[in-house]
C-alpha cells in the first residue's frame, strides 16, 4: 500500500473519532484563561474546587500554555461513595490526581491521541488511543473538544482518571 494512502486513512480515522463529539464553539473565548473557561461552562465545579481546595487554581490561570483533560461534574458523582472525601482528606493524593489530568503544551484532541502517551504534571504519562473509532484518554471518553484559552486548552472527560501507582 502507498504511504499516502496509509497517512490519509489514519487522518480519516483520527476526524472520525472526534466527528460525534460536541462541539466547543459555544465556550470558546480565547481571551479566559483555563480557570475562567471551565467555570464558564458549569460542567467542571467539581475539579474546579478541588484545585482551588489543592492551592492550585493560580497554577493556571496565567501560565502555561498547558491542556488539562478535565472530568466532568458527572465524572466525579461516577466515583465510588467516600472515594471524593478520602481524596480530600489527603491533600498529596488529591493534588497528584489533579496534576494527573494536566500536561504541559496545548494539545487538540485530534493531535493529542496520535501520541501513545504524553507526560503530566504529576509525573506519569497519560494514554492515548482510538478505540471502536473514539479518542480516549486512559479509560475516559472525549466529551467536550477543543476549548481553546488564552494559556492553553480545555478537554472535557467523562471519566476521572486515576494515576498508576507505584
Known amino acids: 500500500m502507498k504511504p499516502y494512502v496509509i497517512a490519509a486513512a489514519c487522518l480519516a480515522l483520527t476526524g472520525a473519532a472526534f466527528s460525534a463529539t460536541p462541539k466547543a464553539s459555544l465556550y470558546q473565548t480565547g481571551l479566559q484563561d483555563l480557570v475562567d473557561t471551565a467555570m464558564a461552562t458549569h460542567r467542571f465545579d467539581t475539579f474546579l474546587?478541588?484545585?482551588?481546595?489543592?492551592?492550585?487554581?493560580?497554577n493556571f490561570k496565567d501560565t502555561g500554555p498547558f491542556t488539562v483533560f478535565m472530568p466532568t461534574d458527572r465524572a466525579f458523582a461516577k466515583m465510588p461513595p467516600g472515594t471524593l472525601q478520602r481524596l480530600r482528606d489527603n491533600r498529596g493524593a488529591l493534588r497528584n490526581l489533579?496534576?494527573?489530568h494536566i500536561v504541559q503544551g496545548s494539545y487538540r484532541a485530534e493531535n493529542a491521541v496520535k501520541h501513545k502517551?504524553?507526560?503530566?504534571?504529576a509525573g506519569p504519562p497519560l494514554p492515548f488511543a482510538i478505540v471502536n473509532g473514539h479518542g480516549m484518554v486512559g479509560n475516559a471518553h472525549f466529551v467536550l473538544t477543543n476549548?481553546?484559552?488564552?494559556?492553553?486548552?480545555?478537554?472535557?472527560?467523562?471519566?476521572?482518571?486515576?494515576p498508576p501507582s507505584d
Not at 49 to 58: C, I, K, M
Not at 117 to 121: A, E, N, P
Not at 153 to 160: E, N, P, S
Open 49 to 58: 474546587t478541588l484545585l482551588r481546595e489543592s492551592d492550585l487554581t493560580f
Open 98 to 100: 489533579l496534576l494527573y
Open 147 to 162: 476549548v481553546a484559552t488564552k494559556n492553553g486548552m480545555l478537554q472535557g472527560i467523562d471519566t476521572v482518571l486515576s
Open 117 to 121: 502517551s504524553i507526560d503530566t504534571l
